[in-house]
């Protein structure tokens, strides 16, 4: 029986919310011990959900009173 995923599978992979990665300094530090590429590219990244900020919240559109009349 296939395993159930609960996030998309087509995560862009970032160090940023990876399982082993960790922020120190302002920088993401990996730690295996593997060194950062540009590119992102590593074939031990693990997503990991509760790293990831959310996106900001749209402003929510202004209503009168008149909106509300039947």
């Known amino acids: 029986m ?3 995923s609960y996030f ?3 995560i ?3 160090c940023g919310y990876c399982k082993h990665g ?3 300094d302002g920088a993401v530090v990996c730690k295996l ?3 950062l590429s ?3 590219t590593c074939k031990y990244f693990d ?3 509760l790293k990831r900020q959310p996106a900001a919240i749209p402003p ?3 209503f009168d009173p008149n909106d509300f009349k039947l």
Request: hydrophobic fraction near 20%; charge should be neutral; aromatic fraction near 8%.
């Open 22 to 24: 960790s922020e120190f």
């Open 33 to 35: 011990g593997r060194l």
């Open 47 to 49: 997503y990991d959900p």
């Open 2 to 4: 296939k395993k159930k």
């Open 12 to 14: 862009d992979v970032s």
């Open 60 to 62: 929510l559109k202004s």
């Open 38 to 40: 540009v590119d992102c």
């Open 8 to 10: 998309n599978e087509h």
